[in-house]
């Protein structure tokens, strides 16, 4: 019994702290998705117009979560999960729509945010089943995912000028 609420402790304190988790659905490969902890669970939001995506996640799918260290960036706890998908109608979908709302960032409809989830996006809930997975022993290293995302761009041609420039001497 203690190591069971150990484990609630380590996965709640752990999901509530890191703002990013990987969730892995059968058979796809993990996928980070920033999330909010509410009421036992680990809530998420997408699959919509500029709402992360949320592939494979199917209501009553059993997930893994892996949950990163907030000050050194490792793997802290990987935990399985049922997957949960209220109505956008019901009082769980609002308070967790209430939730995700507060920590949406540089959305571009703020006000009409929570309507527009519920027309065109999912929120979910990733619910413990209590269920932690042991720390793998090696790297579990991958390759990063096909995008057409980039940040590599040649560097301007006057930009080494500017930034090894002499400094003159003022006489």
């Given at each position: 019994?203690?190591?069971?609420?150990?484990?609630?402790?380590?996965?709640?304190?752990?999901?509530?702290?890191?703002?990013?988790?990987?969730?892995?659905?059968?058979?796809?490969?993990?996928?980070?998705?920033?999330?909010?902890?509410?009421?036992?669970?680990?809530?998420?939001?997408?699959?919509g117009p500029g709402?992360?995506?949320?592939?494979?996640?199917?209501?009553?799918?059993?997930?893994?979560?892996?949950?990163?260290?907030?000050?050194?960036?490792?793997?802290?706890?990987?935990?399985?999960?049922?997957?949960?998908?209220?109505?956008?109608?019901?009082?769980?979908?609002?308070?967790t729509a209430a939730?995700?709302?507060?920590?949406?960032?540089?959305?571009?409809?703020?006000?009409?945010?929570?309507?527009?989830?519920?027309?065109?996006?999912?929120?979910?809930?990733?619910?413990?089943?209590?269920?932690?997975?042991?720390l793998p022993d090696?790297?579990?290293?991958?390759?990063?995912?096909?995008?057409?995302?980039?940040?590599?761009?040649?560097?301007?041609?006057?930009?080494?000028?500017?930034?090894?420039?002499?400094?003159?001497?003022?006489?």
């Amino acid at each position: 019994m203690t190591s069971e609420l150990l484990d609630q402790a380590l996965i709640e304190e752990a999901s509530k702290k890191s703002g990013l988790v990987w969730v892995a659905a059968p058979g796809a490969p993990a996928r980070a998705v920033w999330h909010v902890w509410h009421a036992g669970a680990v809530c998420l939001v997408g699959d919509g117009p500029g709402e992360q995506p949320l592939h494979g996640l199917g209501a009553g799918d059993t997930v893994e979560v892996t949950v990163r260290s907030k000050d050194k960036g490792g793997r802290l706890v990987t935990w399985a999960a049922t997957v949960e998908e209220p109505a956008p109608d019901s009082e769980v979908w609002q308070e967790t729509a209430a939730e995700l709302k507060g920590k949406r960032l540089n959305a571009p409809d703020a006000a009409a945010m929570t309507e527009r989830w519920a027309r065109e996006c999912r929120v979910l809930r990733l619910v413990p089943t209590g269920r932690i997975a042991p720390l793998p022993d090696g790297s579990l290293a991958a390759a990063p995912l096909p995008t057409p995302a980039t940040t590599r761009e040649p560097v301007p041609a006057g930009l080494p000028r500017l930034l090894f420039k002499k400094r003159r001497r003022r006489g």
